[in-house]
C-alpha cells in the first residue's frame, strides 16, 4: 500500500507559481501511475494530471496545459506539480493519488489511494 502527503500549497496572486509536493511511502510507489486532481467549494474533483510510472508518459487537463507540469523522484519517492501562471479559477484543495493501472486514466474512482489535500488560493 502506498501513503501519500501532500505539501506546498498556499496563497499566491493571479500569474504567480507555486510548486506542491506529494510524498509517498511504501514499496510499490515506483510501480503506480500518479496522479493530481483538485476540489473547489461545491463541485466535483477533477483531474489536473497524470504521471506514468517510469515518467516517460504524462496527460494534462485542457485546463492547464501549457502551465502545469507533472513529474516525479522515484529514488525519493516524490511526485510533484510545478503550476505557473496560476489564474484565480485555479483555486481548489489539490489532491495526490495512485493507482497500480498503467494507463494515464483522468477518472478519479480508479485511483485507490490518496492524500489529505492541499489548498491552493489564487487571489486576483
Known amino acids: 500500500q502506498v501513503r501519500l502527503v501532500e505539501s506546498g500549497g498556499g496563497l499566491v496572486q493571479a500569474g504567480g507559481s507555486l510548486r506542491l509536493s506529494c510524498a509517498a511511502s511504501g514499496r510499490t510507489f515506483s510501480s503506480n501511475t500518479m496522479g493530481w486532481f483538485r476540489q473547489a467549494p461545491g463541485k466535483e474533483r477533477d483531474f489536473v494530471a497524470a504521471i506514468s510510472w517510469s515518467g516517460a508518459s504524462t496527460r494534462y487537463a485542457d485546463s492547464v496545459q501549457g502551465r502545469f507540469t507533472i513529474s516525479r523522484d522515484n529514488a525519493k519517492n516524490t511526485v510533484y506539480l510545478q503550476m505557473n501562471s496560476l489564474k484565480p479559477e485555479d483555486t481548489a484543495v489539490y489532491y495526490c493519488?495512485?493507482?497500480?493501472?498503467?494507463?494515464?486514466?483522468?477518472?478519479?474512482?480508479?485511483?485507490?489511494?490518496w492524500g489529505q489535500g492541499t489548498q491552493v488560493t489564487v487571489s486576483s
Open positions: 493519488a495512485a493507482t497500480p493501472r498503467v494507463a494515464l486514466i483522468t477518472a478519479a474512482k480508479v485511483y485507490d489511494v
